[in-house]
T-cell receptor
């Protein structure tokens, strides 16, 4: 397994456009998390999945953001009608849930997708 | 959601110095994690602390979990330039992070 992969690594878009990010987690991990990180700050929780079920979504997440994990493997994060305030690094992480073995609740992160909205 | 406050926000020291960074909350945590993030990469787990009063060592890094499990500290002995990075603490159940301490170790 090559770890957590995110695509694209960089995306520059104009305000109002839609963007989609993809995350391929570690194959045996049943949990997948999305975070947003701005310069100098820690990762801000957006949402997480256990298998294909979206179990929690941050109240800070507007309706323009949607995430899916249709088959419990890869996930997509879509931002509709992007705004300049959406410019950030979007990080994906995966883990095993509690009771699933050694390494449960240990996040493995991808390198992130950096979004710039002009 | 359990909020984590990290201090200091920034720390710049010379190579060879010792330092301590802190992670505090008003909530009790069943366990806490420390991660380090380098520029252009995602955070990488350093340690998980579970038991109140626990001390874990990772080479020159010493992690302590408070007796009441509301706070944790990370002490680095004889810092090296390779220790430069963003140090983050997170609750190991809700996976929420603090804002981090950005450490710069100058040669």
């Amino acid at each position: 397994d090559t770890g957590v992969s995110q695509d694209p690594r960089h995306k520059i878009t104009k305000r109002g456009q839609n963007v989609t990010f993809r995350c391929d987690p570690i194959s045996e991990h049943n949990r997948l998390y999305w975070y947003r990180q701005t310069l100098g700050q820690g990762p801000e929780f957006l949402t997480y999945f256990q298998n294909e079920a979206q179990l929690e979504k941050s109240r800070l997440l507007s309706d323009r953001f949607s995430a899916e994990r249709p088959k419990g493997s890869f996930s997509t994060l879509e931002i509709q009608r992007t705004e300049q305030g959406d410019s950030a690094m979007y990080l994906c992480a995966s883990s095993l849930s509690a009771g699933q073995g050694a390494g449960a609740n240990v996040l493995t992160f991808g390198a992130g997708s950096r979004l710039t909205v002009l | 959601t359990q909020l984590l406050e990290q201090s200091p926000q920034f720390l710049s020291i010379q190579e060879g110095e010792n330092l301590t960074v802190y992670c505090n909350s008003s909530s009790v945590f069943s366990s806490l994690q420390w991660y380090r993030q380098e520029p252009g990469e995602g955070p990488v787990l350093l340690v998980t602390v579970v038991t109140g009063g626990e001390v874990k060592k990772l080479k020159r890094l010493t992690f302590q979990f408070g007796d009441a499990r509301k706070d944790s500290s990370l002490h680095i002995t004889a810092a090296q330039t390779g220790d430069t990075g963003l140090y983050l603490c997170a609750g190991a159940q809700d996976m929420r992070f603090g804002a981090g301490t950005r450490l710069t170790v100058k040669p």
